[in-house]
């Protein structure tokens, strides 16, 4: 009995030695881009659409989310919103004497998408 002890207590130390595995140590943390938040990026494609379409920028509120400007003696206006989902709310208007440049809140407009690559 003491031979069929000892190899009961070798091959039960190898089945628990067998089941001991060291792992290795875990991944570093993967690279990720911090880029501009949607709001600055926002606020940059509308004050670049409404200098590409040649409307001299009166005043600006980044805060308040407000660009104004003029053009020909029309009044442009681009508002820009946060939303609580995350997405932003971006609005044009142009204002001015009928029939002056009455498409000109559709030009900024097109600019902007352009700007943001749509």
Request: charged content about 20%.
């Amino acid at each position: 009995m003491g031979k069929s002890t000892l190899g009961i207590g070798v091959l039960l130390a190898l089945v628990i030695l067998a089941g001991c595995y060291v792992y290795g140590p875990p991944p570093g943390p993967y690279p990720y881009y911090y880029g501009p938040s949607t709001y600055d990026r926002s606020w940059n494609a509308a004050l670049d659409a409404m200098r590409d379409t040649g409307v001299g920028i009166v005043s600006t509120d980044y805060n308040g989310g407000i660009i104004r400007g003029t053009r020909n003696g029309v009044d442009a206006t681009v508002r820009i919103q946060g939303q609580a989902d995350g997405r932003v709310r971006v609005e044009f208007h142009a204002s001015g004497p009928y029939g002056q440049d009455p498409a000109l809140a559709d030009q900024i407009y097109r600019a902007y998408e352009r700007r943001m690559g749509r």
